[in-house]
């Protein structure tokens, strides 16, 4: 049997609500990080033909610009859309227990909601959701050319 190499993806879609406002903190040497968790609804139609809703819950963090462009934009029950690749982490407790969480690196960050914006002259205008000025780009250099050229726009 020939020798099959498997592919190295991790990518990550899901949508959802904000379940508490975002922590907004910087590292020791001033790289700014956010983290929040999301409620991902799915419905289904269970065995006796009924609707259910079952609901996951996402943590996500997302690092840099990506987080700065996050601070003013998110609160609790903001509609986002993050594109991004799982991570796992281990940390101790206070009772001294080793836990491990597996998390949504943010890449791409789209706010679904309407906010408003204050113009210099004062005046409120309320406007379409945009999506993250920024993006996490901090994982490419970990592609190969191959690899890179496949993650550009075609367009």
């Known amino acids: 049997m020939a020798d099959l190499k498997m592919p190295e993806l991790n990518s990550a879609i899901v949508a959802g609500n904000l379940t508490k406002d975002p922590v907004f903190r910087q590292t020791s040497n001033g790289t700014p990080v956010i983290n929040f968790h999301i409620a991902a609804n799915r419905r289904y139609k269970d065995s006796s033909n009924q609707w259910q809703e079952d609901v996951c819950y996402v943590g996500v963090v997302a690092w840099n610009k990506l987080a700065d462009s996050c601070k003013d934009r998110l609160k609790k029950g903001s509609a986002v859309l993050i594109d991004g690749e799982l991570q796992s982490r281990t940390f101790k407790t206070e009772d001294g227990k080793n836990r491990t969480i597996v998390e949504i ?25 945009d999506e993250a000025d920024y993006e996490d780009n901090s994982f490419d250099k970990f592609l190969t050319n191959e690899e890179s050229d496949l993650m550009k726009d075609k367009s």
């Open 105 to 129: 690196k943010a890449k791409r960050i789209q706010f679904l909601n309407k906010f408003s914006k204050t113009l210099e002259n004062g005046e409120d205008i309320v406007t379409e959701s």
